[in-house]
């Protein structure tokens, strides 16, 4: 069933709490199916609403997902290896390399209409990592990006650069889904299996390693959800 607007750039929020990647990877397809349709049916006359955009927030279980761009090489161990440790794998369309996902990651899938915002990759991602810079900046936390490599980083220029937010997003007709991953009470000893996102010599963070303690998830997700509705400029649904 199309979920339709009224007003352009309204966004429906859904929070999935602690949820399996697969079964969120395929809502995820079936809700960017669900845009792509609402979107022909404007196109072609057949309405005068809008689709309606979702935003998606998780934390998942332990599990590394490799891009369409993914080097196998950069999963240092053989499949059981993970597995023995209880982290799935997914192969995923995606942009971007591997990365992990895991408990006390704050994870956020945008599935955005862009003809309803503006028609720019580029600035779609440099709104993403604005969303987040923002957020962390109220925790003292500067953070900023690192040239040539899409996400946040602390330190991306000095003697110490540490990522603390990865990115890899998929566009289709102007359609977006994946997102991003923000470490808050992520364990980083999961990254140390993998060359995070292909680069290699610089480490990981979390908020939590750059406090010294525990952040709550749900406090991070509130400032980061309004950080995104001031720079995508929507309005949620009801």
């Not at 009224?6 to 966004?11: D, G, I, K, Y």
């Not at 945008?110 to 987040?132: G, N």
């Not at 957020?135 to 540490?162: C, F, H, N």
């Not at 993998?194 to 952040?215: F, M």
Request: aromatic residues 12%; charged residues 25%.
């Amino acid at each position: 069933m199309n979920e339709l607007s009224n007003h352009p750039r309204t966004v429906k929020l859904l929070r999935w709490g602690y949820r399996d990647y697969a079964p969120s990877w395929d809502e995820q397809e079936m809700l960017f199916k669900r845009v792509e349709e609402g979107k022909l049916l404007r196109r072609n006359g057949q309405t005068d609403q809008y689709p309606l955009n979702y935003l998606i927030t998780v934390e998942h279980p332990p599990v590394y997902t490799l891009g369409k761009s993914a080097n196998a090489a950069n999963l240092i161990y053989p499949d059981q290896f993970y597995l023995e440790r209880g982290a799935q794998l997914f192969k995923i369309n995606r942009g971007g390399d591997v990365t992990f996902h895991g408990p006390g990651q704050l994870v956020v899938y945008p599935i955005f209409d862009l003809d309803q915002f503006f028609t720019d990759i580029h600035k779609y991602l440099r709104f993403l990592e604005e969303a987040v810079i923002r957020t962390l900046a109220e925790y003292g936390i500067m953070a900023d990006r690192s040239p040539g490599e899409t996400g946040v980083w602390i330190d991306p220029k000095g003697l110490q650069p540490r990522k603390i937010c990865a990115m890899g997003v998929r566009a289709a007709r102007w359609i977006t889904m994946h997102g991003l991953a923000l470490n808050v009470n992520t364990d980083l000893r999961w990254f140390d299996y993998i060359i995070p996102c292909g680069i290699r010599n610089k480490a990981v963070t979390s908020i939590k390693e750059e406090l010294n303690r525990e952040i709550s998830l749900n406090e991070v997700e509130e400032k980061l959800l309004r950080h995104f509705q001031e720079l995508f400029d929507f309005h949620w649904q009801g």
